[in-house]
């Protein structure tokens, strides 16, 4: 994949669990690497601030989800 604009980025996106053309297309964008917005990110909320946000997007399921599920679950929405 000679592609790749920020291969790191793109590694640390696939041991996430991103598909390779996700992965691939969020490593490739102009601001590759770069910190968006200023939302604290998943791990470090609690699994009730997750379940609540997971409430608000309707997520199926989010009350049998452990911490991890529901981080996987709001990635990807």
């Not at 996430?16 to 996700?22: N, P």
């Not at 791990?43 to 409430?55: F, N, P």
């Not at 309707?58 to 709001?74: C, F, W």
Request: charged content about 40%; glycine content about 6%; hydrophobic content about 25%.
């Amino acid at each position: 994949m000679d592609t790749i604009k920020n291969r790191d980025q793109y590694e640390a996106l696939r041991e996430e669990g991103y598909s390779k053309d996700k992965a691939a297309r969020i490593a490739n964008t102009q601001n590759a690497g770069k910190k968006g917005g200023k939302a604290s990110n998943y791990e470090s909320r609690t699994k009730e601030e997750l379940y609540q946000k997971a409430r608000e997007i309707d997520i199926d399921g989010r009350s049998n989800m452990n911490k991890q599920e529901l981080i996987n679950a709001l990635r990807n929405n």
